[in-house]
């Protein structure tokens, strides 16, 4: 079971940019999915963004065009940018590789 490490979270302004990385124990290439998940208050778990072998993403249609998901073999890391952060982007963000999953960074988007 790899270990991740989520980091990068913290509060902001509304229309703020944060990025969350991901870093993994060991090679993220060993399977052919990563992906970040969140929660919100009173929330399910939801989709956020996932990234393919080949570099093909999605995105979940609240996030699109805002948010890019990426990652670095190299370093075995997935990265969130997240741009123009809105009140309703507030939640543990958790990434995922394969079937293993990070212990989550809490963003807040508040003024």
């Known amino acids: 079971q790899e270990q991740l490490k989520e980091s990068g979270g913290g509060l902001v302004q509304p229309g703020g940019s944060l990025r969350l990385s991901c870093t993994a124990s060991g090679s993220i290439s060993r399977v052919n999915i990563q992906a970040w998940y969140r929660q919100g208050p009173g929330k399910q778990r939801e989709l956020v963004a996932s990234i393919y072998d080949g570099g093909t993403t999605n995105y979940a249609d609240s996030v699109l065009g805002r948010f890019t998901i990426s990652r670095d073999s190299d370093k075995n890391t997935v990265y969130l940018q997240m741009t123009d952060l809105k009140p309703e982007d507030t939640a543990v963000y958790f990434c995922?590789?394969?079937?293993?999953w990070g212990q989550g960074t809490q963003v807040t988007v508040s003024s």
């Open positions: 995922a590789v394969g079937p293993d």
